[in-house]
């Protein structure tokens, strides 16, 4: 390799590490008509979607059974999903990501994590409710999810989510909730202040 093709090199590595950074904190290089096209893009491709907010998590391709996982759920209005897969293959956290898409999406109202015990259920849930609370590219695109709401707690978060069509926003709130083999379940109407 001659000199002038390693500084080439160089150069545009030095572009995609600032670029790369940029994007990491939340700051980006481009218009608000490309962000909105950017972001109608990754919310039509469930794929791209959880690669460009997901970047630590998605360093591998997804395996057939992932994209049969998010075809079921995503073509599906009301699913109560049991799936059996091997140890190792990303489960929880591939469906941490799929239950973000398809919460923001608004493909979902509701999601209940039901587990042998509601710490092993809350444990589980932890990852998505710490996603909504740090993940800087979602709150870039999409805005704070935990303020308009005064439900927060470990076991039981409401998300809101602004979502725009047609030049109207309108403020869907998401219910996260886990629960343990053997308690009682409480449904509770949801009211705007909640």
Known sequence: MTRKELYEQYEAFKTFSLDFQKRKKGQKT???????????????????????????????????????????????????????????????????????YAAIKGLIKNHLHVSRTEDNATRLLAPIKKNFESNHLLISDFGDFQTLTNKWTDSEFVVAIKQENNQQSTINNISFRSLGMGKILVVRKMTPKE
Request: glycine share 2%; charged share 25%.
């Open 30 to 100: 481009e218009n608000p008509a490309q962000k909105a096209e950017r972001i109608a893009y990754l919310l039509h491709n469930w794929e791209a979607f959880m690669r460009y907010y997901f970047p630590k998590y998605t360093s591998a391709d997804f395996a057939p059974f992932h994209r049969r996982l998010a075809e079921d759920f995503i073509n599906n209005k009301r699913i109560i999903m049991s799936r059996a897969f091997a140890r190792e293959h990303g489960k929880s956290t591939f469906m941490v990501m799929l239950l973000i």
